[in-house]
Nanobody
Framework: QVQLVESGGGLVQPGGSLRLSCTASSGTLDYYSVGWFRQAPGKAREVVSCISASAAIVNYVESVKGRWTITRASDAKTVYLNMKYLRPEDTAVYFC??????????????????????WGQGTQVTISS
């Protein structure tokens, strides 16, 4: 299983931007679909975006469509989540993960955790004035 490390979180004002990075500290990410997830206090963890192994397919949940972009770096070790027009409701801990239970198609983004999941430790994103 690949080891993942997230970075790039922080405190920004509403309307601001952040770029989160998900880096494989061991192995590479080019064989996996990768998902970005978030968990707000008192809420369940939810998938917000995904990118297929080839990067040909990306998808987003409705609440972030048009504001955020997921991309892969050419080094095959990093996936980015570029977040613009941030809102207070985007405040959460953000995680990246690989898992065969991640469905990432043009029409659907869905996650069911399996025993083969690899997760990072998370990075805090706080949107506040």
């Amino acid at each position: 299983q690949v080891q993942l490390v997230e970075s790039g979180g922080g405190l920004v004002q509403p309307g601001g931007s952040l770029r989160l990075s998900c880096t494989a500290s061991s192995g590479t990410l080019d064989y996996y679909s990768v998902g970005w997830f978030r968990q707000a206090p008192g809420k369940a963890r939810e998938v917000v975006s995904c990118i297929s192994a080839s990067a040909a397919i990306v998808n987003y949940v409705e609440s972030v469509k048009g504001r955020w972009t997921i991309t892969r770096a050419s080094d095959a070790k990093t996936v980015y989540l570029n977040m613009k027009y941030l809102r207070p409701e985007d405040t959460a801990v953000y995680f990246c993960a690989t898992d065969p239970g991640l469905t990432c198609t043009a029409d659907n983004i869905y996650y069911r955790r399996t025993q083969f999941a690899s997760w990072g430790q998370g990075t805090q994103v706080t949107i506040s004035s």
